[in-house]
């Protein structure tokens, strides 16, 4: 059974970064598209960015030039680079594959307020 582990939030300040991580047991990475979501209080989960097969990633607009996928397949961990923070990243953060989706992890939080 494949489990996900995300962590790194916390709480920042605008204008700072983040590294998060997901980890993945039970399957290997390099074999999907991997997708980091958010899910805000009050709104429905929403896809991020998408990293794919040959590494080439996709990122909704609002957060495009600053936040950046990648991952290592040895480690299986999916990373999530997050700079120029601002109060509407404020959210629950996942990742799961890009479709068919695993069972969720519990996420990470991450809280940018001043």
């Known amino acids: 059974q494949v489990q996900l582990v995300e962590s790194g939030g916390g709480l920042v300040q605008p204008g700072r970064s983040l590294r998060l991580s997901c980890t993945v047991s039970?399957?290997?990475?390099?074999?999907?598209?991997m997708g980091w979501y958010r899910q805000a209080p009050g709104k429905q989960r929403e896809l991020v960015g998408t990293?794919?097969?040959?590494?080439?990633?996709d990122y909704v607009d609002s957060v495009k030039g600053r936040f950046t996928i990648s991952r290592d397949n040895a480690k299986k961990t999916v990373y999530l680079q997050m700079n120029s923070l601002k109060p509407e990243d404020t959210a629950v953060y996942y990742c799961?594959?890009?479709?068919?989706?695993?069972?969720w992890g519990q996420g990470t939080q991450v809280t940018v307020s001043s």
């Open positions: 039970g399957s290997i990475i390099s074999l999907w598209a």
């Open positions: 799961n594959r890009r479709n068919n989706y695993w069972s």
């Open positions: 990293i794919f097969i040959d590494d080439d990633t």
